[in-house]
């Protein structure tokens, strides 16, 4: 039997997951569109935008207290006219409100709840607010809309300004070359801010922050520097370890509350899982650690097994919530664990520390351990082998039983630019690993994105969801799918790919490419316009579209003798340096980006029949700062210009345009790749 709803409002239409979870409030809430807009400006009515995301558990709590509450909506609905915006369907407005937020309180976070004049320009907000508290809110700023607008005007002004200058930066002066003097001191800062004995950056809450693991993975390799490896190392068994870490399923929780990786906020988000599991399947490269694969495959496990749909898309992410409780989901108590591990249960039990360190509320256990399973099983005097076989056992009986419980709430929008992060991990497997199950998840998805979301003149749309696509992409879209094909490119070495990544770059740079910053905007020329167009330079647990730019342009640059490409590039790199310099943390895939022109950056060129076993034994001795280009007929591509030799397989090994003399030896190949080519001279 359907419910019997007693209200519905204008987000029944949506798509949205989370628009739709709000459209039987009794809040008159309306979807972000022209429509919503004309209406406030024709009533005269300020605009309250609030602004979350499905799996966001306060957005969750302030729903039940306010949201839900008659007397509570009949406030907002006599003095505002109410809009609920999807942050993940609509970062563009996000960032913008986000931004006001910040300028007002100094900090952000979801729920934003921002209020506007009828044209949209903000003048207060903040996040989450107790029912009391919220609703004071909404009368004092009825009044003073009132009886004292010319302030409130003025004040949106004043932040209007603020909001359009936050995101923008200043074009370099002058191209400035990198050096590895700024790697060093980037690097030092990096690890400086590190806790030297949970891993992780900073105390609580912790996040896993790929972007700037995976800068230090490469920094370290290609410096030896043992202090970066060490602390890399250390942070992700750490992760691995922890209840951050779905210790019977896999994947990752979107961040830990405490400093040991223990008690996370349990939703799962797809952008989380595609970057970790990148980043964990090159950690097991450089430094020849199962155990890091493991944790990488399970993770794509998770992945293909609760967020993949039918077509071949990834949905975006799974709730904290189930039961009304946040991390019933995935937590048990003694007594469960005991029934479902049966004989060999107190050893099960005791490497997930149940009911001492796993320990949680409620007599519930977040599942955590301390040892790898070899080391565990040595310590018990037993063989690793049969440990592993008793675990798996385990595992497996844990699982069943958890899919008998109510799932947490799956957010099923797809979103093009996750969709490419999690091609990229997909096409990374498929690379590493030489298992045909995640190379054909990468050409699935990337099938799925032409076909589904990609518009007759080759545009991207942002989402998907209930068989259509919609609202035009942004630049992260763009550009992670893009990246997402060059991953597939150097999996499969099927020219389409980089083609069609050429084309979404070119795209990007027709809509998207500011030439008086030397930037991109977040969001294209041809879309309505915002109270301020914005352009994403930070890096956060998502690296900023205009760091992932950067670093395509770079790579395109070379592979298609486009220097104008090259150009840009440098330009952006330059602008970013000191701000890079001194908030590392903010620039961290910047800095990834940085290390092409810093230290030695090589595209091998390999043509002919014999290219795959050339490149897997060049891959076995150098992991980072490389880019293969392999053909075995005559190509288009400007990289093969002139390098086919009949009946032999050359080597070709380039720095930006510059190569030496091809070779058909590997060998001769590895002595030229090592350090002996500089693109920045002493």
């Not at 972000?32 to 004309?38: P, R, V, Y």
């Not at 191209?175 to 400086?192: F, H, M």
């Not at 891993?199 to 970066?228: Q, S």
């Not at 979301?453 to 992260?476: A, Q, V």
Request: with cysteine.
């Amino acid at each position: 039997m359907m419910p019997d709803h007693r209200f519905t409002n204008q987000l029944i239409r949506e798509s949205s997951p989370y628009l739709l979870q709000h459209a039987h409030n009794p809040v008159e809430w309306h979807p972000w569109n022209e429509q919503t807009l004309s209406k406030a400006r024709s009533l005269d009515k300020m605009l309250l935008i609030s602004i979350g995301y499905s799996s966001c558990h306060w957005c969750h709590v302030m729903e039940r207290e306010s949201f839900e509450d008659v007397k509570v909506a009949e406030i907002m609905n006599r003095n505002f006219i109410c809009i609920k915006v999807d942050r993940e369907e609509r970062p563009d407005v996000d960032q913008v409100y986000m931004n006001a937020v910040q300028l007002i309180t100094g900090s952000g976070g979801w729920p934003l709840n921002c209020f506007t004049l009828p044209d949209g320009r903000p003048f207060f907000g903040g996040t989450y607010f107790r029912k009391n508290q919220w609703v004071q809110l909404l009368e004092n700023i009825s009044t003073l809309y009132l009886k004292r607008r010319k302030e409130i005007e003025d004040q949106a002004d004043a932040l209007t300004e603020g909001i359009r200058k936050a995101s923008l930066i200043k074009p370099a002066e002058s191209v400035r070359a990198i050096t590895r003097e700024d790697i060093t001191r980037i690097t030092n800062s990096l690890t400086g801010q590190m806790d030297e004995l949970e891993g992780g950056f900073g105390g609580a809450p912790k996040f896993p922050m790929p972007a700037a693991l995976a800068f230090l993975l490469t920094t370290g390799e290609i410096t030896a520097n043992e202090k970066v490896e060490k602390l890399v190392k250390l942070t992700l068994r750490k992760m691995s370890y922890g209840g951050i870490y779905d210790q019977a399923g896999g994947g990752f929780s979107r961040y830990s509350t405490d400093s040991q990786w223990k008690v996370p906020h349990f939703e799962k988000m797809l952008y989380d899982n595609a970057q970790l599991a990148s980043l964990y399947l090159e950690a097991s490269q450089v430094y020849g650690s199962k155990e890091f694969r493991e944790t990488a495959e399970e993770t794509l496990g998770f992945v293909m097994r609760e967020m993949t749909s039918p077509e071949g898309g990834f949905y975006s992410a799974l709730d904290a919530d189930s039961e009304g409780k946040e991390g019933r989901f995935y937590t048990w108590t003694a007594g469960e664990l005991k029934i479902l591990t049966g004989n060999q249960g107190d050893l099960v039990r005791k490497y997930y520390h149940t009911g001492g360190k796993a320990l949680w509320e409620e007599g519930q256990n977040i599942l955590v351990r301390t040892q790898s399973p070899d080391e565990f099983a040595r310590a018990q005097g037993l063989q690793p082998s049969a440990f592993k076989a008793i675990l798996k056992s385990a595992k497996a009986k844990l699982l069943k039983e958890r899919n008998r419980r109510t799932m947490p709430g799956l957010d099923n929008k797809i979103l093009a630019s996750w969709n490419g992060l999690m091609m990229k991990a997909f096409a990374d497997a498929g690379r590493i690993t030489g298992q045909k199950k995640y190379l054909d998840a990468a050409v699935k998805t990337a099938g799925f994105i032409h076909a589904n979301m990609t518009g007759p003149d080759g545009h991207i749309f942002r989402c998907f969801n209930k068989g259509k696509s919609y609202i035009n992409g942004f630049l992260e879209d763009y550009c992670f799918v893009a990246e997402g094909l060059l991953a597939l490119y150097l999996a499969t070495f099927r020219e389409q790919y980089l083609y069609r990544a050429l084309e979404l770059i070119e795209t990007a740079i027709r809509d998207f490419y500011d030439s008086e910053s030397s930037y991109f905007f977040g969001s294209s020329a041809s879309d309505a316009p915002l109270v301020a167009r914005q352009q994403e330079i930070y890096d956060s647990v998502i690296p900023s579209s205009n760091s992932v730019m950067a670093g395509l342009l770079y790579k395109l640059g070379v592979i298609f003798e486009k220097d104008d490409f090259i150009e840009k590039q440098a330009k952006m790199v330059s602008g970013v340096r000191e701000k890079a310099l001194q908030f590392p943390s903010a620039f961290a895939n910047w800095a990834s980006v940085m290390l092409q022109t810093a230290l030695p950056y090589y595209f091998v060129v390999i043509t002919g029949d014999d290219y795959p076993e050339k490149i897997a034994t060049i891959r076995k001795h150098f992991r980072s700062q490389i880019f293969f280009c392999a053909a075995r007929e005559r190509s288009e591509l400007p990289v093969f210009k002139d390098r086919f030799t009949e009946n032999q397989t050359m080597i070709y090994i380039c720095t930006g345009r510059e190569c030496l003399l091809p070779t058909t030896s590997v060998d001769e190949a590895l002595q030229q790749l090592a350090g002996k080519i500089r693109l920045t001279p002493e």
